[in-house]
Nanobody, 124 residues
Framework: QVQLVESGGGLVQAGGSLRLSCAASGRTFSSYGMGWFRQAPGKEREFVAGITWSASITYYADSVKGRFTISRDNAKNTAYLQMNSLKPGDTAVYYC?????????????????WGQGTQVTVSS
């Protein structure tokens, strides 16, 4: 399988920022749609942000609009999630995901490849 590896998570105080990275193996990354999801203990996996293969379209969950920015650098086989103004409610394991179809996907069932997750903890 294609491998996706997240990094950049950690512990941050409310109001702080983190940037997550998702490094992909192989040379097919540029054709994937990419997404970020998160999952807190006892809760379902939640869509956070998505980006098309060409980065022509991005979309965000209402809960993160104006605070998070998804981007990608296809030459580096890497996707990013810049997270600003973090809140305790953002605490979760964050996963990057790849979609063979290059357009947007909004549910985890629409994605084909997954990273292992990186923990983000926001303290008050």
């Amino acid at each position: 399988q294609v491998q996706l590896v997240e990094s950049g998570g950690g512990l941050v105080q409310a109001g702080g920022s983190l940037r997550l990275s998702c490094a992909a193996s192989g040379r097919t990354f540029s054709s994937y749609g990419m997404g970020w999801f998160r999952q807190a203990p006892g809760k379902e996996r939640e869509f956070v942000a998505g980006i098309t293969w060409s980065a022509s379209i991005t979309y965000y969950a209402d809960s993160v609009k104006g605070r998070f920015t998804i981007s990608r650098d296809n030459a580096k086989n890497t996707a990013y999630l810049q997270m600003n103004s973090l809140k305790p409610g953002d605490t979760a394991v964050y996963y990057c995901a790849g979609r063979i179809a290059g357009d947007l996907g909004f549910h985890h069932r629409e994605y084909d490849y997954w990273g292992q997750g990186t923990q983000v903890t926001v303290s008050s």
